[in-house]
Every structure is written in C-alpha cells, then in structure tokens.
C-alpha cells in the first residue's frame, strides 16, 4: 500500500481527540484490521532545535504515520500532518519499536469519536 492509499484509509481518524499515544493506538487498530504490516514507534520528534518526548508514531510501508507531531511542533509544511514518505520528512524521528496490540471494537468506536 502506497502513502495515498494510507492516507485514505486512515484519514477519518484525525479528528479524534486524543493525543498521540492515542492516535497510534487508532492507527495500529486500523492497519490490523487491513492486515497491513506496521510498527508503533515511542521516543521523540526533533524539528530545528524543538523537541517533543515521548512521541509516539507508526510506520507502515516506508511510511511515518503522525497526526500530531505539528500541532505540538507548529511548522505543518515539515512535519506529517497523517501519513508522509520516510524520504520526505524533514524532522528527525528517533524512537525504538513497541508492542500496540489493536484495541476493541467499542474502545477503538469511543475513541475515534
């Protein structure tokens, strides 16, 4: 699956109020659902001198998935705003693996709404 294709699978998702432990939380429960192959990321986002930490993310297909990393940053035209190429991200994402099992259905439902 290409970045478009990401987007469009997961674009509903940003609305959600929650942060971004949250936000990965919604993403790893889709891309499961599609059986797409990802990997949810904790450490940190760090984008001319600013840092955020801890940061949670997802990566799927060559792809950094993170919805909120501008929001907490402010510079929306260098960091994703959902899903971006790996090659086309600005900001240096540093952070190891971690283990999201998919939430249930009535808690992935509550938290996306």
């Known amino acids: ?46 984008l001319d001198g600013k840092s955020l930490s801890p940061h949670f993310w997802v990566e799927a297909d060559g792809c950094v998935i993170d919805f909120h990393a501008h929001r907490q940053l402010g510079d929306a035209a260098r960091l994703p705003n959902g899903v971006a190429p790996q090659a086309e991200v600005k900001a240096r994402y540093e952070g190891q693996p971690i283990v999201i099992d998919p939430l249930p259905d009535y808690l992935f439902s509550l938290l996306k709404h």
Request: net charge neutral.
């Open 1 to 46: 699956m290409n970045g478009p294709q990401l987007q469009n699978l997961l674009n509903d998702l940003n609305p959600a109020h929650v942060e971004c432990d949250g936000m990965a939380r919604l993403v790893i429960t889709r891309l499961a659902e599609q059986r797409i192959p990802c990997k949810a990321m904790l450490g940190r986002v760090e």
